[in-house]
């Protein structure tokens, strides 16, 4: 299969401090002086402020400086200690990832990278860096999901690293629309060989393509070449949004390649979006009850437990999580220690929509307390990070619109 890769970058993107933390005329002038790469006036600063000190924004700078100072093990121990004061700077995490990144470390800095995209999902450096650090391990998917959110969330379009990337997914995108118009051709023909040929190039040009790798998947099950059609059918489902009729189709791949375990795994995820009384909740009912010696193989069951183990070593969070789901099924228990894990991967795979929930969880308390400024900024957010004219967005619109109405009333009437 062709091989085409997005270009790797030159380094990694380090981020520096949190735009809200400079509200402190202190951490203002602490600031001032990093940019100004006075590194020691800003230590010597802290040193005579314990009460800078103590803040994780002031832990955040110290870290930085002694960063830009050589001093790494000081500069991750003032990292780490921002992080105990405050578990939610991010960018602590970020700069955490990229010291282990460049000590070779590549798995725990992914992990913190990954933390931090739970806190703060729209930072550009973040996405860049798991971007080329998936690319690094050879997961193309991933690494393309990153490469796309960094071109989303980044505002600096003339940097040389966006029009880089930019240019790099246009002229796979170009290919891809390429293949695609001689897909059609072959299509009059029912030249599937050819067809399966293109999709393959597609894929293997963009990662990017959830309906071409069901496409394939398809094509090896009329061609009965079960193990490849179960292989794309699985991509989908680990990798995209995908529907109850490939959660089925995967169950049947299994049971018919002899593959017991997860045949029963995927019927009993499948088994849950079925209306009961219908003729496909009556057929997935009756494979259970044929599968279910399954249930008795504790060798068997441990497996899937062993192989979400080595996934999450690997930062494979989405193959993680359908093991450790897979494991629970077949074991038939409630393991609070394995559920917290699978929520937790799960916010790594998708963190927006657990942010856009707490940001609008938000907003009725700051309009409550004429926080009409930070209103605004996590109204901003929720547009930023929310499907388009989902419900969030409309009421963040709404709230934005009423927050600014106030503060120009404010200004011109003393309202």
């Given at each position: 299969?062709?091989?085409?890769?997005?270009?790797?970058?030159t380094?990694?993107?380090?981020v520096?401090?949190?735009?809200?933390?400079s509200?402190?005329?202190?951490?203002?002038?602490?600031?001032?002086?990093?940019?100004?790469?006075?590194y020691?006036?800003?230590?010597?600063?802290?040193?005579?402020?314990?009460?800078?000190?103590?803040?994780a924004?002031?832990?955040?700078?110290i870290?930085?400086?002694?960063?830009?100072?050589?001093?790494?093990?000081?500069?991750?121990?003032?990292?780490?200690?921002?992080?105990?004061?405050?578990?939610?700077?991010?960018?602590?995490f970020?700069?955490?990832?990229?010291?282990?990144?460049?000590?070779?470390?590549?798995?725990?800095?992914?992990?913190?990278?990954?933390?931090?995209?739970t806190i703060?999902?729209?930072?550009p450096?973040?996405?860049?860096?798991?971007?080329?650090?998936?690319?690094?391990?050879?997961n193309?998917?991933?690494s393309?999901?990153?490469?796309?959110?960094?071109?989303?969330?980044e505002?600096?379009?003339?940097?040389?690293?966006?029009?880089?990337?930019?240019?790099?997914?246009?002229?796979?995108?170009?290919?891809?629309?390429?293949y695609?118009?001689?897909?059609?051709?072959?299509?009059?023909?029912?030249?599937?060989?050819?067809?399966?040929?293109?999709?393959?190039?597609?894929?293997a040009?963009?990662?990017?393509?959830p309906?071409?790798?069901a496409?394939?998947?398809?094509?090896?099950?009329?061609?009965?070449?079960?193990?490849?059609?179960?292989?794309?059918?699985?991509?989908?489902?680990?990798y995209?949004?995908?529907?109850?009729k490939?959660?089925?189709?995967?169950?049947?791949l299994?049971?018919?390649l002899?593959?017991?375990?997860y045949?029963?795994?995927?019927y009993?995820?499948?088994?849950?979006?079925?209306?009961?009384?219908?003729?496909?909740?009556?057929?997935?009912?009756?494979?259970?009850n044929?599968?279910?010696?399954?249930l008795?193989?504790?060798e068997?069951i441990?497996?899937?437990?062993?192989?979400a183990?080595?996934a999450?070593?690997?930062?494979?969070?989405?193959?993680?999580?359908?093991?450790?789901?897979?494991?629970?099924?077949?074991?038939?228990?409630?393991?609070?220690?394995?559920?917290?894990?699978?929520?937790?991967f799960?916010?790594?795979?998708?963190?927006?929509?657990?942010?856009?929930?707490?940001?609008?969880?938000?907003?009725?308390?700051?309009?409550n307390?004429?926080?009409?400024?930070?209103?605004i900024?996590?109204?901003?957010?929720i547009?930023?990070?929310?499907?388009?004219?989902?419900?969030?967005?409309?009421?963040?619109?709404?709230c934005?619109?009423?927050?600014?109405?106030?503060?120009?009333?404010?200004?011109?009437?003393?309202?």
């Amino acid at each position: 299969m062709e091989e085409t890769s997005i270009e790797n970058a030159t380094g990694l993107s380090g981020v520096k401090f949190d735009a809200e933390d400079s509200s402190s005329d202190k951490l203002a002038r602490l600031y001032e002086l990093y940019e100004a790469g006075r590194y020691n006036d800003v230590l010597a600063s802290v040193e005579a402020d314990k009460f800078i000190s103590s803040l994780a924004a002031g832990q955040l700078v110290i870290g930085n400086s002694y960063n830009q100072l050589g001093d790494k093990e000081k500069a991750l121990s003032h990292w780490k200690k921002a992080i105990e004061i405050s578990p939610l700077t991010y960018a602590a995490f970020i700069n955490i990832g990229n010291y282990l990144y460049s000590t070779g470390n590549i798995n725990e800095a992914i992990l913190n990278w990954q933390t931090a995209s739970t806190i703060m999902p729209e930072n550009p450096a973040l996405n860049l860096n798991l971007a080329h650090a998936y690319d690094r391990k050879g997961n193309r998917i991933k690494s393309t999901k990153y490469f796309e959110k960094y071109l989303k969330y980044e505002t600096r379009v003339t940097s040389n690293e966006y029009v880089k990337v930019k240019h790099s997914i246009a002229n796979l995108t170009a290919k891809v629309e390429f293949y695609a118009k001689k897909v059609e051709e072959f299509k009059l023909q029912r030249d599937l060989k050819t067809i399966a040929a293109l999709y393959l190039k597609m894929i293997a040009t963009y990662a990017n393509l959830p309906s071409i790798y069901a496409n394939i998947a398809e094509i090896f099950y009329f061609d009965k070449n079960y193990e490849k059609a179960f292989e794309f059918y699985q991509i989908v489902y680990l990798y995209f949004p995908c529907t109850t009729k490939i959660l089925l189709e995967m169950a049947n791949l299994c049971y018919l390649l002899g593959k017991k375990s997860y045949a029963y795994a995927y019927y009993k995820r499948a088994m849950q979006f079925l209306p009961e009384g219908t003729s496909h909740y009556t057929k997935v009912k009756l494979q259970l009850n044929v599968l279910s010696s399954v249930l008795n193989d504790p060798e068997l069951i441990e497996t899937h437990l062993q192989n979400a183990r080595k996934a999450e070593a690997e930062n494979e969070y989405e193959i993680a999580i359908d093991e450790y789901e897979n494991y629970m099924i077949l074991s038939e228990s409630d393991n609070q220690d394995i559920q917290q894990k699978v929520d937790k991967f799960k916010l790594f795979v998708n963190p927006e929509p657990f942010v856009v929930s707490v940001l609008y969880s938000q907003i009725p308390d700051l309009m409550n307390k004429k926080k009409l400024s930070a209103c605004i900024d996590v109204c901003d957010r929720i547009m930023k990070l929310a499907t388009e004219h989902s419900k969030e967005v409309v009421y963040a619109m709404k709230c934005k619109a009423e927050c600014k109405r106030i503060i120009i009333a404010r200004e011109q009437f003393g309202v």
